[in-house]
């Protein structure tokens, strides 16, 4: 369910008139945690890139439940 939800996003974005422009990119190769010298290959579920800017989005599939007192099923490491 992940993948779907991932490429559902894509989609969504790439439809946008708001990221007119934006070259977008799933799970791309590109990128490392270092870049001098590179290490630590990432993989980022979706990469946005315009001119010299670039957003790096981590998408989260999760069934919530109704509990509030619970934050509804989504834990702090979720967010993070």
Known sequence: MEKVFEKH??????QS???EGYKIKTQDLE???IEFPKRFS??????????CRVFI????WKL???DESSN????Q???Y
């Not at 990432?42 to 001119?51: A, E, F, S, W, Y």
């Open 9 to 14: 996003v894509a989609v969504c974005i790439k």
């Open 17 to 19: 008139e708001y990221f």
């Open 31 to 33: 990128h490392n945690l």
């Open 42 to 51: 990432l993989r980022p579920d979706i990469v946005m890139k315009k001119d």
């Open 57 to 60: 989005l981590d998408t989260k």
């Open 64 to 66: 919530l439940n109704n």
């Open 72 to 75: 509804y099923g989504i834990s």
């Open 77 to 79: 490491s979720d967010l």
